[in-house]
C-alpha cells in the first residue's frame, strides 16, 4: 500500500493558502495577540510536518506512527489553530469574499449546531471510537484514502471541539466556564481509555503489512497505545489548566467590575 502524492499536494496547498490567508489578513490590526500568531503558526507548522512528506508515507505502515498523527492533529493541533482566532479574524475579514461565505454559514442552522459544546462533545468522541473501534479503524491501515480520510476527520472534528472551549473566537452560544472545565476533564477518560486499551491488549485491531509478525504488529500496537495514553493525559493537562485559569481571570474581571459600581 502506498500514498498517493496527490494528498501531499491536497494538504500543502490546503494548509500553506491558510497561512497566507491568515496573514494577509493582518491578524494584528484584528486585535490578535503575537502569541496567538505564534500559537497559530504552530499548530499550522506541526500540520505540515504530520500531513506532507515522509511521515504520513510511514504512517500507512507502522500504527505508532498513525497514533502520532492522531494525537497531534485531533489533540494538539487543532486547539492550537483555534487559539489562533481564525474566525475571529474571518468574521472580520478585510476582504469581502471571505466576510460573505463567512455570514452564510455562520446564519446556516445546521453549522451553528455544531458549535454547540455538547454536539461538539458528542462529534470529537465518536471521531476517537470510530477510528479505533470499528471497521474504519482498520480501513485506514489497509487503504491509503481511508487513512488520508480519517486525518481530516481527526483536524476538522478537534476544531469543532476545541472552538467553543477555548478563548479568541466569536461563537454561536456562549458556553459557561465551569462547562468547558468539566468538558475537557469529561474527554480525557475515553480519550487515555483508547489509549491503555491499545496497549494493554492482546488483540490486534487492525492488518498488518504483509511481511510483517503478528508480535511486530503487536508491539506497533502497543507502542501506539502507550503514545496516546501517556500524551493524551499530558496534553489534554495543559488545556484544562488554560481553561482554568481563563475561567479564574473571567471571575477576577466581573469581582473588579463589582467593586466599581
Known amino acids: 500500500m502506498t500514498l498517493n502524492p496527490l494528498w501531499d499536494l491536497f494538504f500543502a496547498l490546503v ?20 502569541i496567538r500568531q505564534f ?19 510511514a504512517a500507512i505502515h507502522t500504527f505508532w506512527i498513525h497514533m502520532v ?5 485531533m489533540m494538539l493541533i487543532s486547539p492550537l489553530i483555534v487559539l489562533g482566532s481564525p474566525v475571529r479574524i474571518a468574521v472580520n475579514s478585510r476582504f469581502p469574499q471571505v466576510r460573505r461565505v463567512v455570514m452564510a454559514l455562520a446564519r446556516n442552522y445546521l453549522i451553528r ?21 470499528s471497521p474504519l479503524a482498520n480501513a485506514g491501515m489497509v487503504n491509503a484514502n481511508v487513512h488520508s480520510f480519517e486525518l481530516i476527520l481527526f483536524l ?12 479568541g473566537n466569536p461563537t454561536p452560544f456562549h458556553v459557561p466556564y465551569y462547562y468547558r472545565v468539566g468538558s475537557l476533564f469529561a474527554m480525557m477518560l475515553p480519550e487515555t481509555m483508547t489509549g491503555f486499551f491499545l496497549y494493554s491488549g492482546n488483540k490486534l485491531l487492525h ?22 495514553w ?32
Open 15 to 34: 494548509l500553506g493558502g491558510k497561512l497566507v490567508w491568515y496573514f494577509a489578513e493582518r491578524p494584528s490590526a484584528h486585535g490578535v495577540a503575537r
Open 39 to 57: 500559537l497559530f503558526v504552530l499548530g499550522m507548522g506541526m500540520a505540515i510536518i504530520l500531513l506532507v512528506g515522509p511521515v504520513p508515507h
Open 69 to 73: 498523527q492522531h494525537v497531534g492533529l
Open 113 to 133: 449546531q455544531l458549535f454547540r459544546l455538547q454536539v461538539g462533545f458528542v462529534l470529537f468522541l465518536t471521531i476517537l471510537i470510530l477510528t479505533h473501534f
Open 156 to 167: 476538522v472534528g478537534g476544531f469543532i471541539y476545541y472552538l467553543p472551549v477555548m478563548e
Open 207 to 228: 492488518d498488518i503489512p504483509a511481511g510483517q509478525s503478528t508480535m511486530s504488529g503487536m508491539s506497533d500496537q502497543h507502542r501506539g497505545g502507550s503514545i496516546m
Open 230 to 261: 501517556a500524551m493524551g493525559m499530558l496534553i489534554d493537562a495543559l488545556w484544562i489548566v488554560l481553561a482554568a485559569r481563563d475561567w479564574f481571570n473571567n471571575e477576577r474581571e466581573l469581582a473588579e467590575l463589582e467593586d466599581q459600581e
